[in-house]
């Protein structure tokens, strides 16, 4: 929710560096700040008209600024939401000296109660579509005279099942939720459908439950019941009833799921289902931030079994995931190895390479594109064949690298400028009052600088000689672009005091005479100063906190 605040649009007034103090700035500090700001800009302390107006202007930003900083409740609701969280209807009846989790508790809640009325129109959709692919030619035919084979011995690829199913739901009222569901199944020529109307209701903050109505062509009507009850804040229970009617009449059926925290990490899992595949399953589950570990043993007819997997989680921007996992059993055994990862905002590419006696060898593709799944069954051979299990690995890890080259970044690329390009079109506007904010800043700061030099150098001080705020090019291979920086030594010279230039983690281009010069960019912060006669440079980001004199590169007074 805190998100969509942020997103609706480009926020560039930060309190915090517009007073240059940190986040966790005292009450002290924020009035030192504000009493220094208050100084420079003052209308009364200038004549000329325009710069009085535009003193008062920038006088009462800072004024803004402090107001709601000063204040408790209005910066814990600034440093959760912004700005935007301050324009919010409703604060006036949330009670006072309310701690920030309480304030973010009350604020979901009048976000809640606007978006009722638009989440009665809303559906959620979920969808998942498998296409299953008969390979075996590519290698079983080679342990037949393939030479017998017409039209010169291509091997011969099928898709010999399909499956479809979507869902959508409807919130009837805030405890009431009705679910549409249906799918459509078919292999090797012979098929079905059927479709399920289900009704959730909330029944209290410990539970919910569920009726199911269904009917297709390939079984007779579905009627279902669905329980979920929270036991204790650690243990819950799933209870799940249906009778379906068919013609060797009605088949009852009953699976019910006791699940508890074991710690932070880890659930405990015991099911038991009973009907004409009765069994009794217990498994462990544990997810960590950086793997997944999940034990299961089942008990039953027809499968009787034990599985372990383990996924190893990489923090990389792109969430990449490495499993593997062990399952043997009565059917057989079968070992499986694969990867998945992100490759844009919304999707998710996997695959995993299965391998099992008597299963044989299968390739398994799975996209995720938010909340729809596409899913790929390959199944290559019946018998163990080294080159199948060869090929089912390293196929598709060439073929991801070649598309990830060719496509996935270039798209990513142009998507990604697209986007920059439409958020510099929607703060164009902003940005230019922005930037006219800085020039107007600048000019009042004239005077306030003549004296901060002057005294900087009757003791061999601190001074900014230049300063520059924005994109660097320093990478040869792009001389093409342009550095994009604006001039930000007046500035930065009015912030000295007691020869130290002292700049908090905040973005910088909320400071006083700075503005954003590329926006969506990664800027930088470069100066050159002067301090005991010698000259010295620093270069810092955009959110680094700065402190100067400092040991930096030295300069020789000749270059």
């Known amino acids: 929710m805190a998100a ?25 500090e924020l009035k030192a700040s504000y009493r220094r700001l208050c100084m420079l800009y003052h209308p009364d302390k200038h004549r000329d008209p325009e710069l009085k107006s535009q003193a008062e202007l920038l006088f009462n930003l800072v004024h803004q600024a402090y107001t709601v900083l000063n204040d408790p409740q209005s910066r814990a609701i600034y440093d959760i939401y912004g700005k935007r969280g301050l324009e919010v209807e409703g604060w006036e009846v949330v009670e006072r000296k309310r701690t920030p989790a309480e304030i973010r508790e009350e604020f979901e809640r009048l976000q809640r109660e606007r978006d009722e009325r638009r989440l009665q129109h809303r559906t959620n959709p979920k969808g998942t579509i498998s296409v299953g692919v008969d390979a075996t030619d590519l290698f079983d035919r080679y342990d037949e005279d393939y030479e017998e084979i017409p039209g010169g011995g291509f091997p011969h690829i099928e898709i010999n099942r399909m499956h479809i199913s979507q869902s959508i739901e409807a919130p009837l009222t805030t405890t009431d939720t009705a679910i549409l569901s249906g799918s459509l199944s078919t292999q090797n020529g012979n098929g079905g459908g059927t479709i399920n109307v289900a009704i959730r209701r909330v029944t209290s903050t410990k539970g919910w439950g569920e009726l199911e109505l269904g009917a297709g062509d390939m079984h007779g009507p579905l009627f279902g019941m669905k329980i979920f009850r929270n036991l204790t804040p650690r243990c819950f229970l799933t209870t799940q009833c249906a009778l379906q009617v068919s013609s060797r009449g009605v088949r009852p059926g009953l699976t019910t799921v006791l699940a508890r925290h074991l ?3 880890t659930m405990g899992y015991l099911q038991w289902r009973w009907g004409t595949q009765s069994a009794m399953n217990t498994s462990i589950v544990r997810d960590t931030k950086t793997s997944h570990l999940t034990f299961a043993l089942q008990l039953g007819i027809p499968h009787c079994f034990m599985m372990l997997s383990y996924q190893y989680k990489f923090q990389d921007e792109d969430q990449t995931k490495v499993k593997g996992s062990l399952k043997a059993g009565f059917f057989g055994t079968v070992v499986e190895y694969g990867a998945e990862r992100k490759i844009s905002r919304h999707s998710v590419l996997g695959a995993t390479v299965s391998v099992g006696v008597p299963q044989g060898v299968s390739l ?29 690995t390293v196929g598709p890890l060439v073929f991801y690298l070649a598309m990830q080259r060719l496509v996935i970044r270039p798209y990513l690329s142009a998507q990604k400028e697209q986007e920059l390009e439409k958020q510099r079109e929607s703060s164009s506007s902003d940005i230019a009052r922005k930037k006219q ?27 900014i000689l230049n300063a520059w705020y924005g994109k660097f090019v320093t990478d040869t291979s792009r001389k093409q672009e342009k550095a994009k920086v604006i001039d930000v030594t007046v500035p930065l010279q009015c912030l000295v005091k007691d020869s130290k230039l002292i700049l908090t983690d905040a973005c910088k281009s909320g400071l006083p005479g700075f503005y954003d010069p590329c926006v969506g960019e990664e800027k930088s912060l470069k100066v050159l100063y002067q301090f005991r006669g010698v000259m010295h440079q620093n270069l810092s980001g955009d959110t680094e906190a700065l402190r100067i004199p400092k040991q930096s590169h030295r300069i020789d007074a000749d270059t």
């Open 364 to 392: 398994k593709i799975k996209l995720n594109r938010a909340s729809q799944t596409y899913f790929f069954p390959i199944h290559l051979t019946d018998q163990l064949l080294p080159s199948a299990v060869f090929y089912a």
């Open 4 to 28: 969509a605040l942020v997103d609706e649009e480009i926020d560039n007034d930060d309190y915090y560096s517009l007073l240059n103090v940190r986040r966790e700035a005292t009450h002290d």
């Open 263 to 265: 710690d932070k990490n």
């Open 437 to 463: 904010e800085a020039e107007a800043a600048v000019r009042l700061m004239q005077e306030s600088v003549r004296r901060v030099i002057e005294w900087e150098e009757s003791r061999m001080g601190l001074i």
